[in-house]
Nanobody
Framework: QVQLVESGGGLVQPGGSLRLSCAAS????????IGWFRQAPGKQREGVSG???????YYVDSVKGRFIISRDNAKNTVYLQMNSLKPEDTAVYYC????????????????????WGQGTQVTVSS
């Protein structure tokens, strides 16, 4: 069973950048697909980005061209580089792990992922 810990959240001004990290432990990391989700107050949790075990990446339309997901299997870590941040990016960000192969729709579904981190707060405000 894999354990996930997110870090890197914080307060940033609009237009700024943050890099979130999702560190995994407890199981061979290479086989897991990882997803990043976010949940803003009063809103449903939504898929932001995903990366398969082979490195294929997925993004929700609202972050394409601004966010970049990557993985470093040697460090058991997945990163989410967030650039040109907007106030609407404010949310708690969660990473999640799955042994199920990701597809173009399934990557953004909660039920695809069996393991979740505790979340990290991202606030974009001036």
């Amino acid at each position: 069973q894999v354990q996930l810990v997110e870090s890197g959240g914080g307060l940033v001004q609009p237009g700024g950048s943050l890099r979130l990290s999702c560190a995994a432990s407890g199981a061979p990391f290479d086989y897991y697909a990882i997803g990043w989700f976010r949940q803003a107050p009063g809103k449903q949790r939504e898929g932001v980005s995903g990366i398969s075990s082979a490195g294929r990446t997925y993004y929700v339309d609202s972050v394409k061209g601004r966010f970049i997901i990557s993985r470093d299997n040697a460090k058991n870590t997945v990163y989410l580089q967030m650039n040109s941040l907007k106030p609407e990016d404010t949310a708690v960000y969660y990473c999640a792990a799955s042994l199920i192969a990701l597809g173009s729709i399934s990557w953004a579904r909660d039920r695809t992922y069996a393991y979740w981190g505790q979340g990290t707060q991202v606030t974009v405000s001036s």
